[in-house]
Antibody, heavy 121, light 109 residues
Framework: EVQLVESGGGLVQPGGSLRLSCAAS????????MNWVRQAPGKGLEWVSY????????YYADSVKGRFTISRDNAKNSLYLQMNSLRAEDTAVYYC??????????????WGQGTMVIVSS | DIQMTQSPSSLSASVGDRVTITCQAS??????LNWYQQKPGKAPKLLIY???NLETGVPSRFSGSGSGTYFTFTITSLQPEDIATYYC???????????FGPGTKVDIK
């Protein structure tokens, strides 16, 4: 079964750090680009970051640029998001999502179940 | 950034009704437009990619069309299981980011 499972969410104080992980299974992880997408409580979807298959191309949303770092370990079939200098507005469910199935980077065809990050004192 | 707008923000329709949602981009995005369905408490699900292509396994009552700046998403015969929020998403230029529309919440009347 093709699956993505996020972990690492939790409660963190403003200014703190957190590292999210996403474990992939059921497909050849190294051949797909990956993304993080978040959703604040009761709000819409916000794309956070993109990483290509061999990590040669990385992009971030302006809202997280300079604070978040995306990475991947193809040997471990895992995607990561290092989040530093966290703010209250970073509170959200964070999803990892696969792209590249349809020959492009934009269609997110597989999503994880999400992990909740709460930034609060 | 490329901004996306969706209309309406919510709608209520009867089972069997035809439902249409529109999505407009702030600039030409060709056909780099996808549609997702999200049910409460669940992750989004890809329904339509590249404006008009039906994702594998998605019922044929869902369809999409459009190019440039104006796109439409249609459910030809609304079913109870279609109750969800629907989002459009553009990916015309990664340098300028990937953006989602604000969503359209669909309810049964």
């Amino acid at each position: 079964e093709v699956q993505l499972v996020e972990s690492g969410g939790g409660l963190v104080q403003p200014g703190g750090s957190l590292r999210l992980s996403c474990a992939a299974s059921g497909f050849t992880f190294s051949t797909y680009s990956m993304n993080w997408v978040r959703q604040a409580p009761g709000k819409g979807l916000e794309w956070v970051s993109y990483i290509s298959t061999i990590s040669s191309t990385i992009y971030y949303a302006d809202s997280v640029k300079g604070r978040f770092t995306i990475s991947r370990d193809n040997a471990k079939n895992s995607l990561y998001l290092q989040m530093n200098s966290l703010r209250a507005e970073d509170t959200a469910v964070y999803y990892c999502a696969r792209s590249g199935e349809h020959g492009d980077y934009g269609a997110f065809d597989i999503w994880g179940q999400g992990t909740m990050v709460i930034v609060s004192s | 950034d490329i901004q996306m707008t969706q209309s309406p923000s919510s709608l209520s329709a009867s089972v069997g009704d035809r439902v249409t949602i529109t999505c407009q981009a702030s600039q030409d995005i060709s056909n780099y437009l996808n549609w997702y369905q999200q049910k409460p408490g669940k992750a989004p699900k890809l329904l339509i990619y590249d404006a008009s292509n039906l994702e594998t396994g998605v019922p044929s009552r869902f369809s999409g069309s459009g190019s440039g700046t104006y796109f439409t998403f249609t459910i030809t015969s609304l079913q109870p299981e279609d109750i969800a929020t629907y989002y459009c998403q553009q990916y015309a230029n990664l340098l300028r980011g990937i953006t989602f529309g604000p969503g359209t919440k669909v309810d049964i009347k």
